[in-house]
């Protein structure tokens, strides 16, 4: 069973950045399709953005809410996924989490999640 283990959020200022970071082990990580999802308070769980087996232009979504702000990367041979977020806003502010992903349609997450990591943008 894939474990994931998320970082790198904290409290910032709106237009700042961060990158959050999701290390996986006891699975064949290039097997997935992983994404990025985030709760706010009070909200349903929504997928940010996903990247397929190998990652690389062409090879991502990102959601509306963060198209040209947020970008999706992955480093198999680390077994990582990372979630470069900028111009951050405060309607960013949620707990982020990785989970690996299905593709039906839409994008949704499949196996164990982490325990996600706090992003709270400040205005």
């Known amino acids: 069973q894939v474990v994931l283990v998320e970082s790198g959020g904290g409290p910032v200022q709106a237009g700042e950045s961060l990158r959050l970071s999701c290390a996986a082990s006891g699975g064949t990580f290039s097997n997935y399709v992983m994404g990025w999802f985030r709760q706010a308070p009070g909200k349903e769980r929504e997928i940010v953005a996903a990247?397929?087996?190998?990652?690389?232009?062409?090879?991502?979504y990102e959601g509306d809410s963060v198209k040209d702000r947020f970008t999706i990367s992955r480093d198999n041979a680390k077994n990582t996924v990372y979630l470069q977020m900028n111009s951050l806003k405060p309607e960013d502010t949620a707990v982020y989490y990785c989970?690996?992903?299905?593709?039906?349609?839409?994008?949704?997450?499949?196996?164990?999640w982490g325990q996600g990591t706090q992003v709270t943008v400040s205005s």
């Open positions: 990247i397929g087996l190998r990652g690389g232009r062409g090879n991502t």
């Open positions: 989970a690996a992903v299905i593709i039906c349609g839409s994008y949704y997450p499949f196996g164990s």
